[in-house]
């Protein structure tokens, strides 16, 4: 007799938590918490000018951020000046890809790259990891749309979007959609 009074009671409570649920008159609000992963368009996101950690020399940065430069104009600008540098070392390079390291290359453990070319190789080989093995980490991001177009700032992964806009305009052969793996 006891099952028959605790199976009344467990319907009496159902009943009355469904009934709060189901009001008609109110809206039911539910707290989305997860973290989602969004493919956005690179063009609809950009760095933090006020981040202290660069990747960009600063001229580079300033003109970027004063949108004298588009994301491609600036990474031609870091090539180049990485071009200088590794030119007056007498290392020049015309292809990214010949900043890669080479292990039949001996004379190569010997040399000192500049900033400027360790830096340059850093992203390019970050971009021939994504290109062969995809993004495993997204960049983070918070939404600063105002008005209609969509925009992005990111707070973290500044290296892997210079390296997506490297694969999409720079390294040949890349058949990417131009678009980057974030969490908003």
Not at 36 to 42: A, D, F, H, Q, S
Not at 111 to 126: F, Q, S
Request: net charge negative; with cysteine.
């Amino acid at each position: 007799m006891e099952k028959k009074n605790d199976n009344d009671k467990l319907s009496e409570l159902l009943a009355s938590f469904n009934g709060d649920l189901l009001k008609e008159d109110e809206p039911q609000y539910f707290n989305d918490d997860s973290i989602r992963v969004e493919r956005i368009l690179l063009d609809m996101v950009r760095p933090d000018p006020i981040q202290p950690r660069r990747v960009l020399p600063e001229k580079v940065h300033i003109a970027f951020h004063e949108s004298r430069l588009t994301p491609s104009q600036a990474l031609r600008e870091m090539v180049q000046v990485a071009q200088v540098a590794a030119r007056q070392r007498g290392r020049p390079f015309s292809n990214l890809l010949e900043l890669l390291p080479d292990p039949e290359r001996e004379d190569e453990c010997d040399a000192k790259l500049t900033p400027e070319e360790e830096l340059l190789r850093e992203l390019v080989n970050l971009a021939v990891t994504i290109r062969d093995d995809g993004q495993v980490n997204p960049i983070t991001v918070i939404d600063v749309t105002e008005g209609v177009t969509r925009l992005y700032r990111i707070e973290t992964g500044e290296r892997r979007y210079w390296s997506a806009w490297l694969l999409r305009d720079f390294l040949t052969s890349y058949e990417g959609d131009g678009m980057i793996d974030c969490i908003v």
